[in-house]
């Protein structure tokens, strides 16, 4: 009876081994996402908290592993962040107030040559974020920054500059949140 248990026990984490994906916060991120014909492979991943409560589990999603967070953010590489929310009811509001934050803190306070795509990116949030709720921030060189809200396609918006301040708000100098930045970052 105990050989058949082991072999229970082995089917069951090896079935969690092969499904891919790394449980964080009470949610699955998956090990990799596919942006077009690339592969993305889970960098890391972390949980965004605002004060004690956790909001959502953030992944970071790169061709290739890194923990320099300045190489990230100046990369022309495909990249991805995925947002899966624990909080349940996240106010459109929080969010804009949240990015507009993360916008300054990213441009060190020089928002102007990325105003116009901050406010289009701000326009896609009209929704309370409810838990379970998916958003995948998506960079795609030529192409620009996708928003998915889940798994629906907002727009996207073009230009590297602007790249370069949404993912600065979780990797940049000022991070959104340090352990989430230091998770993502697979530290």
Do not use: C
């Not at 942006?35 to 004690?52: E, S």
């Amino acid at each position: 009876m105990s050989k058949k248990v082991f072999v229970m026990v082995l089917a069951v984490f090896l079935a969690a081994v092969s499904a891919g994906a790394k449980d964080i916060g009470g949610v699955s991120l998956p090990d990799s996402l596919t942006v077009g014909k690339t592969q993305l492979t889970l960098n890391g991943a972390g949980l965004r908290k605002k004060v004690f409560i956790k909001v959502y589990a953030g992944g970071l999603y790169l061709t290739q592993k890194s923990k320099d967070a300045g190489k990230i953010v100046s990369a022309d590489e495909a990249m991805a962040i995925r947002m899966h929310f624990i909080y349940d009811g996240v106010s459109a509001d929080k969010l804009i107030a949240a990015w507009n934050e993360g916008f300054e803190n990213a441009t060190a306070g020089n928002i102007a040559p990325i105003k116009k795509e901050a406010d289009a990116f701000n326009a896609f949030f009209t929704e309370e974020a409810k838990k379970g709720d998916i958003y995948d921030i998506v960079y795609v060189p030529g192409e620009g920054v996708s928003v998915y809200i889940k798994g629906n396609l907002k727009d996207t918006l073009k230009g590297l500059e602007f790249k370069k301040a949404v993912f600065g708000i979780w990797l940049g100098e000022k991070p959104a949140d340090k352990d989430l930045k230091n998770g993502m970052l697979g530290e």
